[in-house]
């Protein structure tokens, strides 16, 4: 299946808010509320941000917000942070196979 | 805490064979299905294998040239990657889902082993 379409950066300043979309099909985000985000910094491992498109993970900071409006599943960084800067994948589960879709990839830089 | 903890990655010729193994730790590893997901270098994640419940998937990138296994009463998930492909260059992750459903994420992953494949 094809991976979901995120734009390749966004940037801002510290203390703004950004936004980051993920679009896929009526075959997985269309079609499911099982979106989820993680992120990554250099050399390390993904962590797990947002599942079920809205629901934080326990320890994760409510700076992280996820949504969904057809299509398309957001994140939302309020609160802007040096170290939040990283890279940010969403993923969804298909109708098409068991293993789900990545996104291609966000870089968030805190300008 | 869980742990999960990734090895047997290395430098192999094309065409050749390696193991992957993933120790976990912290967790009832029978109750879960394990990923695993790699990342080619610069690029993004792509989820290669799923095993849970005794079934197995793999993306079609791999099929019928890697086979996921599992050994509970080890607590280890395997990856057995076989003609092996320069494509096939990257950092390998274990991850876990949540139980009793479909993997709709993975809460927690391995910090991964580098698996390079060159001629």
């Known amino acids: 299946q094809s991976a979901l379409t995120q734009p390749a950066s966004v940037s801002g300043s510290p203390g703004q808010s950004i936004t980051i979309s993920c679009t896929g099909t009526?075959?997985?985000?269309?079609?499911?509320?099982?979106v989820s985000w993680y992120q990554q910094h250099p050399g390390k491992a993904p962590k797990l941000m947002i599942y079920d498109v809205s629901l934080r993970p326990s320890g994760v900071s409510d700076r992280f917000s996820g949504s969904k409006s057809g299509y398309t599943a957001s994140l939302t960084i309020s609160g802007l942070q040096a170290e939040d800067e990283a890279d940010y994948y969403c993923?969804?589960?298909?109708?098409?196979?068991?293993?789900?879709?990545f996104g291609t990839g966000t870089k968030v830089t805190v300008l | 805490e869980v742990q999960l903890l990734e090895s047997g990655g290395g430098l192999v010729q094309t065409g050749g064979s390696l193991r992957l193994s993933c120790a976990a730790s912290g967790f009832t590893f029978s109750s879960y299905p394990m990923s695993w997901v790699r990342q080619a270098p610069g690029k993004g994640l792509e989820w290669v294998s799923l095993?849970?419940?005794?079934?197995?998937y793999n993306a079609d990138s791999v099929k019928g040239r890697f086979t996921v296994s599992r050994d509970d009463s080890k607590n280890t998930l395997y990856l057995q990657m076989n003609s092996l492909r320069a494509e096939d260059t990257a950092v390998y992750y274990c991850?876990?889902?949540?139980?009793?459903?479909?993997?709709?994420?993975?809460?927690?992953w391995g910090q991964g082993t580098l698996v390079t494949v060159s001629s």
């Open positions: 993923s969804s589960h298909t109708s098409s196979s068991p293993l789900g879709v």
């Open positions: 991850a876990k889902g949540p139980k009793n459903t479909v993997t709709r994420y993975f809460d927690y």
């Open positions: 095993i849970y419940t005794g079934s197995t």
């Open positions: 009526s075959s997985d985000v269309g079609y499911y509320n099982y």
